[in-house]
């Protein structure tokens, strides 16, 4: 089953806002990933955060994770027409296997 | 370095037919996962080896699905027969198995059609 609900389901925005999604999911994690997919590139690997983290950076992006929460934020900033794709969420919940389980994904649309 | 790799891109089959897709995995990944991406959900895990060894099968429906990782380094996933509700995107991934290396590389997907 999925573990992840990521939210919202789409969005819509102009180019240079930003867009920010979110994630939620229900049991503990080792880590949790975000992932983007477009049908160009298929599913790339964006940024990863541990659980004993709070906030991460990665150029343009910033991930946030809130375990009390079981929680998490992916935020895109000044967006680009080319950021338009479905973006995932992943946990992990053991380092040992790397099992990854995928939330429904958030469809971004950047209009230019 | 050379991506994940997979064939075909894209099957159309009947229902009750059989169909196999092929993965080859970024060299030296010693772990290789099969998920199954059905139009607009999230990747859901079928299968996961380590090396040739299969780590986690839970989510694999294995009346009717199989696969097989020999010498630890391409996979094969079959399915057979084939039911409608197969028709999905097949995605093979790979993972290093090398300290903190927690990032899956994936390949381009195969796109299947049951009819």
């Known amino acids: 089953s999925q573990q992840g609900e990521e939210d919202p389901q789409a969005l819509s925005i102009q180019e240079g806002e930003n867009a920010t999604m979110n994630c939620s999911y229900k049991?503990?994690?080792?880590?949790l990933q975000w992932y983007r997919q477009n049908s160009g590139r298929g599913l790339v690997h964006l940024i990863l955060i541990r659980s004993n983290e709070r906030e991460k950076h990665s150029g343009r992006l910033r991930v946030t994770l809130d375990t009390s929460k079981k929680s998490s934020s992916l935020l895109i900033t000044a967006s680009r027409a080319a950021d338009t794709a479905s973006y995932f969420c992943?946990?992990?919940?053991?380092?040992?296997?790397?099992?990854?389980?995928f939330g429904q994904g958030t469809t971004l649309q950047v209009k230019p | 370095e050379a991506g994940v790799a997979q064939s075909p891109r894209y099957k159309i089959i009947e229902k009750r037919q059989s169909v196999a897709f092929w993965c080859n995995p970024i060299?030296?990944?010693?772990?290789l996962y099969w998920y199954q991406q059905i139009l607009g959900q999230g990747p859901k895990l079928l299968i996961q080896?380590?090396?040739?060894?299969?780590?986690?099968d839970s989510q694999l429906p294995k009346d009717r699905f199989s696969a097989e990782r020999l010498k630890g380094v391409d996979s094969t996933l079959k399915i057979q027969p084939a039911k409608l509700e197969d028709s999905a995107v097949y995605l093979c991934?790979?993972?290093?198995?090398?300290?903190?290396?927690?990032?899956?590389?994936f390949g381009p997907g195969t796109r299947l059609t049951v009819t």
């Open positions: 991934a790979s993972r290093s198995s090398g300290r903190g290396s927690y990032e899956q590389y």
């Open positions: 992943a946990t992990d919940r053991s380092s040992n296997t790397g099992k990854l389980i």
């Open positions: 060299s030296g990944h010693a772990t």
């Open positions: 080896f380590q090396n040739n060894g299969v780590v986690d």
């Open positions: 049991t503990s994690i080792n880590n």
